[in-house]
């Protein structure tokens, strides 16, 4: 049997990054541009046309409306995104990156990849599974398994020396999704003993704080509020991010955006932003005493602390852990390449690649999943939704475990079953994911019962099995929800609806990131400085008009080092 290539994906809010697993060891891929991180960006204009990844993120700030990012903060919700009159939703959004991520696979090594890993965020549940793994599809690749994010991060760190170690905590801050995971490494076996985490805490929601730190100090935002709503939080946001980034190496940094052609700056010491940021670091404390709970590992203990994620830079995060833990976090791993290169090795398991024979890899189910129940209490009353676990959070996966329910009410003559994921008593709490009606002969209460089996899959996928034993009738469900069964059916249409759309060239990369590059820059400055870089995008245009390669060339050359001078002086 051919198996066709298996690729390790790291499908990230902010970036997202390829590897393979080549002569016994994870080899990142770089872009067309020649990096190894591609935004997880998507811009489209009227008539099809579509960027992804730097460009796209470019065209951010000069097309906000047709323009997504973040977009794995909505995986698994009904939101959709119209993007110049098309509607996207996010798993048409992340196929774009995931489509592009596999050109680049193949324009390096001549062969195009059928088969993925994707990583995850441990925190992520069944409904965010689900709609990246149908992401994967849409963009033509067999999602072969989900692996955890920190898992593949503790993955990278433990092969690089493949030491026997201690517990070790993986701390994941990345741009939208926070994860601790609690791992240890024994002879080759990687165990995941506890996640916990929030996947609606990132490195976007310091952004939004420091926007509003920032609107406290501009004295006039006029201009700013003259825009309209969705370019006013895109020139803000890009704003915030370069100078939460710019705190990462300095004391204290200028945030500053151009509105209607005014440029508009506050001045932001480290002390605000750490003050602003209080609330956020606070919530990174509760999953990491969780996950410390769930295992009984003992937080002195840890071997260490190894930090994953672009905002785990961030030094006021740095100081949170090193008060949390009273020592220094290690570095010592990329925080962006460990989770791809991760996914990678995994690939190279799934795979039988050569120099990985003797590992193998345990996690978890980070969330707890059961059933919503009626009981009765002792004055025979009934109350409705109560949560009955049946799988308890950071069980190791893959895992099967049963329950039996009884009849509560004389001659009932149906038993309903609502599936949940989450940790609250009442099931409204918990995110819901199925339901499943099964029929029972009718009988005295109590005398009939139910066996409810849950099986949770390594990829942190659930299925269903329920039988009547009296009656010998057994039902089963992969678990969707309705919502989910839909999209299913779209997968094959939605993969055709965006072929349709024309992604450029991967030859033409170069020339579409610097355009959408000299765009923004443009729109980004006033009077001299505009000036000049319009007459730079007029060259490059009209080399590009006469497709002369070495004229694009020389003109391409130009534009890029008079943008490079410009940012090198700007405040920033
Ligand atoms: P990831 O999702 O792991 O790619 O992480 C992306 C997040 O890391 C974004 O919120 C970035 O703003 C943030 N980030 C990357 N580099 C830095 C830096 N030097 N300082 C602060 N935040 C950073």
Known sequence: MTTGMLVGIDLGTTNSAVAVWKDGAPQLVPNALGKELTPSAVSLAKGGQAWVGEAALDRMATHPGDTATSFKRMMGTASTVTLAGTTMTPEDLSAMVLRSLADDVEAMTGERPTAAIITVPAYFNERQRRATRRAGEIAGLDVRRLINEPTAAALAFGLADRGDREPFLVFDLGGGTFDVSIVEMFEGIVEVRASAGDNRL??????????????????????????????????????????????????????????????????????????????????????????????????????????????TRMPVVRKALTRMFGRFPNATVHPDHAVALGAAIQAGLLSGGQGLEEIRITDVAPFTLGVGTATRDQHGRYHDDIFAPIIERNTPVPVSRMERFRTLADNQRQVVFSIYQGEARDVKKNVKLGKLTVPVPPRPAGEVSVDVRFTYDTSGLLEVDVAVP???????????????????????????????????????????????????????????????????????????????????????????????????????
């Open 202 to 311: 990132g490195g976007d929601d310091f952004d939004e704080v420091l926007v509003k730190l920032a609107l406290t100090l501009i004295d006039d935002t006029a201009a700013l509020d003259a825009l309209p709503a969705d370019r006013r939080h895109a020139v803000l946001t890009l704003a915030a991010e370069r100078t939460r980034r710019a705190l990462s190496s300095a004391q204290e940094a200028d945030f500053t955006c151009v509105a209607q052609g005014q440029s508009l700056t506050a001045h932001i010491t480290t002390e605000a932003f750490e003050n602003a940021a209080g609330p956020l670091v606070k919530r990174l404390r509760d999953p990491v005493i969780r996950a410390l709970r769930d295992c009984h590992v003992d937080v002195r203990t840890l071997s260490d602390i190894v930090l994953v994620g672009g905002a």
């Open 470 to 572: 009296m009656t010998g009738m057994t039902r089963n469900l992969v678990v969707v929800d309705e919502e989910d069964r839909r999209t299913q059916k779209d997968v094959e249409a939605r993969r055709k609806a965006l072929e349709k759309l024309k992604v450029h060239p991967r030859d033409e990369a170069d020339n579409v990131a610097l355009l959408a590059r000299a765009e923004r820059a443009y729109e980004g400055f006033t009077g001299q400085v505009r000036d000049i870089i319009g007459a730079g995008l007029t060259e490059f245009q009209g080399a590009l008009d006469k497709q002369d390669p070495r004229l694009i060339a020389d003109a391409r050359q130009g534009l890029g080092q008079l943008l490079d001078q410009i940012d090198s002086h700007s405040p920033l």
